[in-house]
């Protein structure tokens, strides 16, 4: 008790304190635990609905991917049945959704195309980035050479089944075989040129080389001496002809030479290892080369020597053409005061010529106005006397036809005189048996009877015929005489008539021969 009583009261409410909340924790946890069984059951109570969703959901999910699988355009799956030992190969052709075995098959996915990128900046899914293949070349410089490479998988099932019992994995088959056979392929081939051949015009002829050994197998190399043509440069000189330009020297350099069939004279080739895959290289780029500083500074120095001798040169030659410029200059000067004075002389000739030829001209449009003057004075007299011939045929015509007329009308006469004359007869002798007749009629009656009954029938006949009659003067009158002298007999009358005709026949002779003679004269 006294030991207590000198320990403060302080310290030992701390102490308390301390240990107090220890012991609630530990009485908390152990509530938690006895009443856990509870909550759970609370839970699945509560949420049972959702929980056996959710549990179906994973448990397709689980179903799904351990008993089917789906293929894609692009790739092609190994698969291996573990139990069974059967193997698969899915290409393009056998897209779609596929049953596995579960839990004891093998699925492996390759990718039909593929590019392994050694340093190019390249973007892409379907890439293989490696840093850019360094390279010793065949004077002993060293490069870096950035570059791609596109393999295309075969589609023959035995192959893809060979590449996979070999690699047993798409990434295994890149850095073991694709990876490796593209680096050396450009190795190998970097050593068949020099530092100044590739970076001096060699990089297309080394992508040309380095495509043919991926394709159809590498070149078998040998060691070897050769001469090499290189550019130099010729010495400067003032009068030297080919001192601007560029010569080629010979040096010779250890290379390394592809070996030629002495039987075939083709290059003997290494089996190449993508062949027996079936692996197809479908496309080569190669980027921009790095020299080492050692070559970068050859180059270069190389560069400025070149430059240097140009610039000599074409000072030279810039002296040698202000040299020529003068020259030319003083025998253009010549040659343009000879082309002057021949100029005037030509000229003067010329104008000689056009006065020469003006004057022809003229001489000859004066004959042709002469010509053309004479033939049209002949075609106009030709014209004229061949209107008075026609004119002098006509009027032969014209009294020809008058002639014609004339005898016409004359024997038109004679036939109506002759008729006349037989109409006069046959009237006399009818007149006479009138004449009779009448005279017997006198006989048998009276004569104012006679007359009276005459003057009714005549008065019949002739007044109903006079309605409607216009009484003009008459053409030709025909006197019966006087009481004292009165014509006698028809034959009078008739020859009255045929006097009347005969005038009116010569009347119209007369009309016609005054129009014939007014249209000829206005014909003329």
Known sequence: MPIREQVPHKDTTDFFTE???????????????????????????????????????????????????????GYIYHYQDLIGGKIKVYTDEKLGIHFRMPFK????????????????????????????IKVTLADSYTAKIPATFRYKLPSNEQKIKMIHSEFKSFDELIDSLLIKTARDAVVNTATQYTGEEFFLGGLNQFKAALIDQLRNGIYETKRQQIKIEQMDLAPVGLDQEESAQLRKIQTLVWKTVPVIDPETGKKVRIENPLDNYGIEVTQVTLGEPIAEQQLEQLLSEKKRLVGERIKAVQEQETAKEQAKMVQLQAEIERTKAKQDALKQKYLALIAKQREVEEAQKQAEKEIIEYEKAKKLAEIKNAKELEIAKAEQNIEKANQKTELIKAQAALEIQKANFQAAQFEAKAIREKGVAEADVLKAKYKARTPELYKAEIQREIAQIIYPNLKGINVTMPHNVVNLGDKDTPLQTNLDVLSSFATIGVMEGLEKKALSADTATTESHAQQ
């Open 19 to 73: 240990v107090e909340p220890d012991t609630h924790e530990k009485k908390t946890y152990h509530e938690d635990l006895r009443s856990f069984p509870q909550t759970l059951t609370n839970i699945l109570k509560k949420w049972w609905l959702v929980i056996i969703f959710a549990l179906s959901i994973y448990a397709i999910y689980l179903i799904q991917k351990h008993l089917f699988f789906e293929t894609e355009a």
């Open 105 to 132: 098959s093998r699925l492996t996915r390759y990718n039909k195309a593929w590019t392994v990128n050694f340093g190019i900046p390249y973007g892409g899914h379907q890439i293989r980035r490696k840093d850019p």
